[in-house]
């Protein structure tokens, strides 16, 4: 059974940092491009970053590139964010997913969610003074 869980997750005072963890298990990890989506409140998911099967290749939304960093650990079958500066509008849930393919595809950068075949719960990212 393919399992995501998603940690990491908190409230955070603006400009601060966090970082998520993902842990992937019922699959073979290191075949698979990973990403990170996020739903704000009342909003719809919006695609954060992508990285591909080997952690060679990553790809972030223009809004966000500079602040967040994405990486994994195939030996440990996890994935990560790293969220710097964080603004009260980074305030979403953020999911990580696991891609039908290895590579980052234009479609992933496109934030579609077809692109995916199994997601996380979610963790909550609050960011407020």
């Known amino acids: 059974e393919v399992q995501l869980v998603e940690s990491g997750g908190g409230l955070v005072q603006p400009g601060g940092s966090l970082r998520l963890s993902c842990a992937a298990s019922?699959?073979?990890?290191?075949?698979?491009?990973m990403s990170w989506v996020r739903q704000a409140p009342g909003k719809a998911l919006e695609w954060v970053s992508a990285?591909?099967?080997?952690?060679?290749?990553?790809a972030y939304s223009d809004s966000l590139k500079g602040r967040f960093t994405i990486s994994r650990d195939n030996a440990k079958n996890t994935l990560y964010l790293q969220m710097h500066s964080l603004k009260p509008e980074d305030t979403a849930v953020y999911f990580c997913?696991?891609?039908?393919?290895?590579?980052?595809?234009?479609?992933?950068?496109?934030?579609?969610?077809?692109?995916?075949?199994?997601w996380g719960q979610g963790t909550q990212v609050t960011v407020s003074s």
């Open positions: 997913a696991k891609a039908l393919g290895a590579e980052v595809s234009v479609t992933i950068k496109k934030g579609l969610t077809i692109e995916y075949d199994y």
């Open positions: 019922g699959f073979t990890f290191s075949n698979y491009a």
């Open positions: 990285i591909n099967s080997d952690g060679s290749s990553a």
